[in-house]
């Protein structure tokens, strides 16, 4: 049977097609409304937010790193500078897969796989966001022409002109003046971001590390609008850093030059002082080394070479080597003597070559085994007759003698502004028990007051020392900066000067210093030939191996390094001190016939002008006025 034939109902199609319609256009206007309140959100709600953002985003805040101020000696000599240099630095922000860019980067420049091990190490150091990190130093015209070429392979990188520390004199002034570095992860988390932000060296050593806030200055902005690619389009806005300021020291390069020379490329350590002002004259640690080679980074092999050298170049000896002074601290162990009313000038004792404590059998020897008799302070400290110190060591005890000795400074650090100094070692009868868990013996007591034993000292402090004795104690620490940017260093932590009972004290054992260079039996009379003004001295010598009892020094069976250091000490001219040395040769062995010739060189290039006269200053002859002649 055939179905019938549907009639197609239009009205109610008509009434889907309108339904439709209508959700259709709800739909529309629901979703309208929703992009018009999202957008009203963003623009209107959140505006300050994003336009904060959107501005960030196209404006950077890029640090401006200060010029390092300039160190100059006392005539004005620089020593260290600053010139320009091209280094290669990296944006990782700005470079996308930076690791693919580094390898770019060494294929480009034709570098080795070491090379790319030291500049991924450089890029995962701590740093500020978008701040660009130095890679590569010191850039060949070369490798800067291979960049250009292919800049487009390279995002993120670029060539940087920049100022970089520069030592002019080399190897001169290595151990005082020091050398700067690149800042380390321990340092950057000492250093204040903001400061140091766009810097990358800091100083290391010596007067740069001493001085670092002084030199370093402060870190000026500049506001910079960028592209999606991080180019730079403009400036917006400038805020100029302040430079570091200039130190000017009180090193002389013609003395530090001169007191080189006189070492003679031995081992040793020189360092002349002003006694009345403390300033340091000349500073010399032997061998030494180029700082220029720390600035930018120094190689694997070339630290290698300097840290494992058997002369140690890059140890200072005179703020770091500790020696046992010798005989060079008998004109201290005098003025405690002398002050503490133990002896007097006139006491006497007899000399037959060696000293034993009453009841003990052991010799303490004197250096001259055939003795010298009765001497009193002056013949004791002219012969430096060891028994005479011995028995004065033994009537002062180590209590007094060891607190005589820190009034001299020995046992502390001395100086203002060098903070590698070690203070030493001064024994005492505490220090024993603390750290040997032992009482103290008389007889190490005796070989203390002629400077053997426990008791260690750096030159500097042996200097130190000597300027009391020349300055009738008056304590002026030794310091290197003579004025920052015009203004002299302040000692906010002064020593007390040495008070004596009797001052007069100062200028008896000022005399048996002279004695020692101009006495007809002074042990180191020979320096002190022909000179043009008075010299107060002592020498010393330092053991480097011990010698069994009753053996005599015999240089042909010890081996060169095993055998004695030479010390001398001296000031001139001794009537009105200007100068005051400390000179330390390695297994030089004899004092008086190597350092003392050492310590004439240097006071001779102080205190003589050019014609080889003694300068008017110092008490030589008057200058003559230039004339000058015009026709009327």
């Known amino acids: 049977m055939t179905q019938p034939i549907r009639i197609k109902d239009h009205e109610k199609d008509a009434r889907l097609v309108r339904a439709r319609v209508v959700f259709g256009a709800i739909l529309v206007v629901a979703l309208m409304g929703v992009l018009i309140a999202r957008l009203y959100f963003l623009q209107v709600v959140q505006y300050d937010y994003h336009s904060t953002l959107s501005e960030n985003n196209r404006v950077h805040v890029q640090p401006i790193p200060p010029t390092r101020g300039l160190i100059f000696d006392r005539n004005g000599v620089v020593v260290a500078d600053n010139r320009p240099s091209f280094s290669l630095s990296m944006t990782r922000e700005r470079s996308g897969d930076w690791q693919q860019v580094l390898d770019v980067i060494v294929e480009v420049l034709q570098l080795t796989p070491e090379d790319r091990v030291i500049f991924e190490k450089r890029m ?25 070429v292919n800049q487009f392979r390279l995002p993120g990188v670029e060539v940087v002109a920049q100022l970089v520390r520069h030592y002019p004199q080399g190897a001169h002034f290595a151990h005082s003046v020091g050398y700067m570095g690149r800042i380390n992860e321990k340092e950057l988390k000492t250093l204040d971001p903001v400061n140091y932000s766009g810097t990358h060296h800091i100083g290391k050593t010596g007067i740069e590390r001493f001085y670092e806030p002084e030199l370093h200055g402060q870190v000026g902005y500049e506001e910079v609008e960028t592209n999606a690619r991080g180019r730079v389009l403009r ?20 003395l530090q030059e001169a007191a080189e020379m006189a070492l003679g490329g031995r081992r040793g350590a020189v360092v002349a ?26 190689s694997f092999k070339a630290y290698a070479e300097l840290r494992d050298s058997i002369d140690r170049p890059l140890f200072n000896r005179v703020l770091r080597g500790l020696y046992p002074p010798g005989s060079t601290i008998k004109p201290a162990v005098a003025i405690a003597g002398l002050d503490s009313g133990v002896v007097t000038a006139s006491s006497r004792v007899y000399d037959p070559g060696y000293y034993m404590l009453p009841n003990y059998d ?3 020897r004197n250096w001259n085994r055939s003795g010298d008799g009765y001497v009193d302070l002056d013949t004791a400290i002219m012969r430096s007759n060891d028994t005479y110190f ?9 209590d007094r003698l060891s607190a005589y000795m820190g009034k001299f400074g020995l046992g502390q650090k001395v100086s203002l502004d060098m903070f590698e100094e070690s203070p030493g070692l001064m024994p005492s009868r505490e220090w024993k028990r603390a750290t040997r868990r032992q009482a103290w013996f008389p007889g190490e007591t005796l070989i203390l007051g002629i400077g053997q034993g426990y008791m260690q000292a750096t030159p500097l402090q042996l200097a130190q020392a000597t300027a009391l004795v020349a300055n009738k104690g008056i304590w002026n620490r030794p310091h290197l900066a003579k004025t920052i940017e015009g203004e002299k260093p302040v000692d906010e932590n002064p020593i007390p000067d040495i008070v004596l009972r009797d001052p007069s004290d100062w200028a008896k054992v000022n005399h ?17 030939a022909g000179a043009q003004y008075r010299i107060a001295g002592k020498s010393g010598t330092a053991q480097v191996v011990a010698i069994k009892q009753g053996e005599k020094y015999d240089r042909s069976k010890v081996q060169e390094r095993h055998r004695d250091h030479a010390l001398f000490v001296g000031f001139a001219p001794a009537e009105d001190p200007k100068i005051v040395v400390a000179v330390m040769v390695e297994n030089g062995e ?7 010739p050492v310590v004439r060189q240097i006071m001779d290039a102080w205190l003589l002008a050019d014609d080889g006269k003694l300068k008017p200053e110092y008490g030589g002859p008057p200058s003559s006025p230039e004339v000058t002649a015009r026709e009327e």
């Open 512 to 528: 048996g210093m002279q004695q020692v260079m101009h006495g007809a039996r002074g042990t180191a009379r020979k320096a002190a």
């Open 273 to 298: 002082l002003d006694p009345k002002t403390g300033e340091v004259l000349a500073m010399v640690s032997q061998p030494s080394f180029d700082p220029n080679l720390f600035v930018t980074g120094i």
């Open 362 to 364: 052991h010799k303490y």
């Open 235 to 254: 400036v917006l806005k400038r805020t100029d850093p302040i430079p570091g300021k200039d130190i000017v020291l009180s090193l002389d390069i013609k």
């Open 390 to 398: 011995y028995d004065l060591a033994h009537k002062l005890g180590i």
């Open 124 to 148: 995962k150091q701590g740093r500020r966001p978008f701040e660009p990190v130095p890679i590569l130093f010191e850039l060949t015209e070369e490798q800067i022409a291979r960049i250009a």
């Open 590 to 596: 004899s004092g008086s016939g190597v350092a003392a």
